[in-house]
Structures are given as structure tokens and as C-alpha cells.
């Protein structure tokens, strides 16, 4: 059975996800960024061009007689992409077709399922397409409440692989940030609270800080203005997961003030807890997230998180205790296998109910 992903990027944390699709299905993940091109994978690729026009984006080339040659079609659930969702307008339409995505709207300008003006477009097209695959159950129950069959939405609990960890390290005794430098990600919080706790902490736990991003010169220079370039290490961007694993396992905690994405998962796989505020940006990984038991989730404002990193300074016992809870969490409910289960659950879903149109 061919299936085709129509997508944006071949992302390093999607990749072990389609291995496991790979092994079920003739898979080809099609991709609009042309950074992929020459890269191999395991299971097959096809770069599909196409141009930004305003907030709207246009394939070059007709995504159809592409996906003619597949039996089922998963495509991103963006409204934005014009072709994509031109689709279910083809009569001559023979795959399945599935939406993928979080369901709601989230991004760095707006917070999860904030702007809801275009829900009514989104249930448009949800309604048309054979099944339909969410990041969280949140977003399935306001379908259902919009009165969607529940049958036909697949919650694909949105996680990453993590590199194997033979037993817990005990010696965590560093704070740790990871992700692209944006500004929308509270980076400055962190940094003003960090600096905050070296008053009162002679043996201060180092900062490391992996990505980069157009924050990375600002940061350089504040770090260097304050004296504490024996404290606060910037790594760049670091995408080999056996050398992420060697900072996640030495990390008290891993602290996005204002972002919760895929670091969640991750930091929860490698036993480490995962500290944000209450109104993050998140697809719904934030969800995972139980405070105090296998995380923190604190009100916000650089005074409450410098107070929050006090206690995990203060409190390492409980600490690495929560992230025995938080590893357990994902072990038990968000592993890549999981994921792929439900992704191919919504695709025999979809086969089926295309097959009875």
C-alpha cells in the first residue's frame, strides 16, 4: 500500500516516526523546503516546490497528479496552503485523504486555540477528508462537541524519539535550554532569573544553552556584560540525539519560559522535568505536563521562575524524583511507536471509509 505525507520539511524529529510508518506501508514524505534535497532516508522523498503569496502558500505543481499515484494521502491541516486543500474539492479523487496537524490555532503570535475565527474553516475541510489526526485529545473533543463523528479522529500524541538511557544519572547538577533563539521564547526571562540566583548560590548549576537563532548575538553580549561567561555556555544547534542525551541526563531541569513544544517530550524521555509558564506557546505538548509531579508550571514573570529554579536548587531529591515520574509518562504514553500506531490507525480508517464512498 503506497502512502504519501505531504509536508513542509523532512524535521529530525519526525524522522523515526516515518521509519516505523516505512515498515507498514510504500511510504514517500513530500516536502516545500529545499534544504532536504540530496538527503537520504529510508524510506522515499520528493521535493515539492512552491511560493509564499502573503500568508497563503502555493505548490508549483499540481499536488494531485501527485498524489494520484498513491493509494492514501496524509497532508498537513493548514488552512494556508491552497493546493493542499484544494484537494477535496477534486471530483476525481480516488485516495483517502487525512489531515494531520494540531487541530487548533497555535504559533509564536497567538496562544493555543486563541484565535477561533477560523474554526468554521477548518471544520470545512475536516469534514470532507476521510479521517483526521490530532497532536492532543484536546483539539477531538471541541470536533466532537462541533459534532464530528469521533470514529474518525486519531490522536497522534505528538512526541520524539529519545536516545536509549541505560539507568538514571544521579549526578544532574546543571540547568539546560533548548531550542531556536527566538525572543518569543522568554530567553531574556531565563537569563535576568539565572542571574537573579547567583546572589545567594556560590555553587550556581551552569546554564547550557542549545540552538541558535537571531537571538544568539544579544545573548553572547549580555553574558559577556555580566561576567558570566563561566556560567552560561552556548552550544549552537545540536541535533544528534546521542550528544543531546549527555545534557539532558546531566540537567536538573530543562526551562522554556514561554515556549512548550517537542522539548517536553523529550526532556521527559531523558528523566528531566520540564519547566514553562501557564500560558506558554504550545501545540498541546504542554498537556503532558503535571505540575509537580512530572514538571513545573509556574505563573510567569522572571521573580516566580527565578523562585522556581531556587527549589530545584534546593530540593534535588524531589527533583529527580518528579523526573523519574515524567521519564515513566513517556515511556508508558508517548513513544514514537505510539505515535506511528495511531498514525496508521487513521489511515486504515480513511482506506476503509474512501473504499465504502
Avoid at 150 to 172: E, H
Wanted: aromatic content about 14%; proline content about 4%.
Amino acid at each position: 500500500m503506497k502512502l504519501l505525507i505531504v509536508y513542509n520539511k523532512v524535521w529530525p524529529y519526525r524522522e523515526k516516526i516515518f521509519e516505523i510508518i516505512n515498515e507498514k506501508y510504500d511510504l514517500t514524505v513530500a516536502y516545500t523546503d529545499p534544504k532536504f534535497l540530496n538527503k537520504k532516508y529510508p524510506y522515499k522523498t520528493v521535493y515539492t516546490p512552491g511560493k509564499q503569496v502573503g500568508p497563503f502558500f502555493i505548490h508549483k505543481d499540481s499536488l494531485h497528479k501527485l498524489c494520484k499515484g498513491f493509494d492514501a494521502v496524509i497532508g498537513l491541516y493548514e488552512l494556508r496552503w491552497l493546493r493542499l486543500m484544494g484537494l477535496m474539492f477534486n471530483p476525481w479523487r480516488k485516495y483517502s485523504m487525512s489531515f494531520w496537524g494540531i487541530g487548533v490555532s497555535a504559533s509564536y503570535a497567538n496562544k493555543f486555540d486563541d484565535k477561533k475565527q477560523w474554526d468554521f474553516v477548518r471544520n470545512f475541510f475536516g469534514r470532507k477528508a476521510e479521517s483526521l489526526i490530532f497532536y492532543s485529545d484536546y483539539p477531538k473533543t471541541k470536533f466532537v462537541q462541533a459534532g464530528f463523528n469521533p470514529d474518525k479522529i486519531f490522536v497522534a500524541n505528538n512526541t520524539t524519539y529519545v536516545s536509549p538511557v541505560n539507568g538514571l544519572v544521579a549526578d544532574r547538577n546543571t540547568f539546560l535550554f533548548v531550542g531556536t533563539l527566538y525572543k518569543e521564547k522568554g530567553i531574556d526571562q531565563l537569563l535576568q532569573a539565572y542571574n537573579q540566583l547567583r546572589k545567594n548560590n556560590k555553587d550556581l548549576p551552569v546554564l547550557n544553552i542549545i540552538g541558535d537563532g537571531p537571538e544568539r548575538a544579544s545573548i553572547e553580549q549580555w553574558v559577556k556584560a555580566e561576567g558570566l561567561e563561566d556560567k552560561v555556555f552556548l552550544h549552537g544547534a545540536i541535533y544528534d540525539s546521542e550528544i543531546l542525551k549527555t545534557f539532558y541526563t546531566r540537567a536538573l531541569a530543562c526551562i522554556s519560559p514561554n515556549q512548550a513544544g517537542l522539548s517536553v517530550l523529550t526532556s521527559m524521555g531523558y528523566a528531566t522535568i520540564f519547566v514553562t509558564e501557564k500560558n506558554a506557546i504550545t501545540g498541546g505538548e504542554v498537556l503532558n505536563i503535571t505540575n509537580g509531579k512530572n514538571g513545573i508550571i509556574y505563573e510567569g514573570g522572571v521573580d516566580a521562575l527565578a523562585k522556581q529554579m531556587q527549589w530545584i536548587i534546593d530540593n534535588k531529591e524531589e527533583v529527580i524524583r518528579m523526573g523519574k515520574n515524567a521519564q515513566e509518562h513517556y515511556r508508558n504514553n508517548r513513544t514514537p511507536e505510539q505515535m506511528a500506531d495511531s498514525i496508521i490507525g487513521a489511515v486504515e480508517y480513511a482506506l476503509k471509509k474512501r473504499r465504502n464512498a
